[in-house]
């Protein structure tokens, strides 16, 4: 078992196999560039063998990749991030807790913004009102991003529904599938749960100092277990094919810099537009308000740019739901 922020020796070593995937890397090359033994390389090679890379040794000659799998390597990310702030750095674990408790704490020890946490499985994945995300090993992409946005954390809700559009034109334009968002940041295909947004963060008295947006995607799960089936699925599952988690975690880091800036530059009214040309629950549509008190049924008829869900009761009553969780009405 693999635990712990995953060595930057790794990633190095992983980067120079891929950029040079369909030659003979020697030895004495890559010991020289990753900045280890030769001796060491050969007992990174066996590491790596072990997380499932096929890497074929050349006798007296060096090292050549066979196959890499889909893991969320950071050097493979970043580099194709250009300038990008979001993902700028990108912290690697193949096990861990929760990305969004680790990401909280290095937020709290002044990381910068942008930082994304990512790994390949987790122990204790959180899911809104203390619910548990299922965090199956490689299959999904679980990922946190640390942002230190210049807002009041009474303007912080809107980017919550700033990740969710994010995230729906990633999946939506990478996989050719009808996604829908469920207010306020449920990503939907054909009615079941495909990926969640947890946000959360660090502020005081009026001032806010770190939003971690924690965002699951359940991507190449070949079946969900029993217990979610009737309410979760995977792309996997919908698209009928695997999907790379490396191509969609750099599309979603691009999104989410791209729509970030969007809501600098143009304000909250401009993702709440966004977000209602993207979410079947924007208007029009007959929900159930979940609540522990009584469930009570309403009709959409709006987002706010605080990202505050406007409904119309029965009873001819109107709200904004500034939280809570809603379920569509048939
Ligand atoms: C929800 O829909 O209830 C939110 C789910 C959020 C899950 C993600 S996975 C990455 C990050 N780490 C966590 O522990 N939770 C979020």
């Given amino acids: 078992m693999v635990t712990g922020v995953t060595e930057r020796k790794i990633d190095k070593l992983i980067e120079l196999l891929v950029k040079n995937a369909t030659v003979v890397v020697p030895g004495p090359k890559i010991a020289s560039q990753v900045g280890v033994t030769r001796f060491a390389v050969s007992k990174w090679v066996k590491r790596l063998r072990g997380l499932g890379v096929e890497i074929k040794s050349h006798a007296g000659t060096g ?41 909280m704490v290095l937020a709290q020890e002044g990381a910068a913004h ?29 990922l946190s991003v640390i942002l230190r946005p ?48 947890l946000t959360e963060m660090n502020a005081e008295l009026g001032r806010l100092h770190a939003v971690v947006l924690g965002i699951g995607i359940n991507v190449n799960n070949s079946q969900m277990p029993a217990a979610l089936k009737h309410i979760a699925t995977s792309l996997r599952i919908e698209g009928q094919r695997p999907w790379s988690r490396v191509q969609i975690s750099i599309a979603l880091l691009k999104e989410l ?20 040309a993207a979410s079947s629950y924007a208007c029009g549509k007959r929900i159930r308000i979940v609540s522990a008190a009584a469930d009570s049924d309403a009709t959409t008829t709006g987002v706010d740019p605080s990202g505050a869900l406007r409904v119309r009761y029965d009873d001819g009553r109107e709200e904004a739901l500034v939280a809570g969780e809603v379920t569509e009405v048939k």
């Fill in 63 to 103: 090292y050549q990749l066979v196959k890499m799998p889909d893991i969320l390597v950071p050097s493979l990310i970043q580099g194709e991030l250009g300038e990008s702030e979001i993902g700028h750095s990108i912290i690697h674990h193949f096990r861990i807790d929760s990305t969004n408790t680790a990401a």
């Fill in 114 to 142: 942008g930082t994304v946490v990512v790994a390949e499985e987790q122990t204790a994945g959180r899911g809104r009102f203390g619910r548990e995300w299922f965090s199956e090993k490689s299959s999904g992409i679980y």
């Fill in 150 to 197: 210049p807002f009041s954390p009474a303007a912080a809700p809107i980017l919550t529904l700033m990740a969710g559009v994010a995230a729906q034109h990633t999946l939506a334009s990478l996989t050719g599938l009808n996604v829908d968002i469920r207010w306020p940041n449920d990503l939907l295909i054909n009615g079941k749960k495909v990926a969640g947004i």
């Fill in 257 to 276: 810099e791209r729509h970030y800036h969007l809501l600098l530059e143009n304000g909250s009214a401009a993702i709440a537009e966004r977000w209602s």
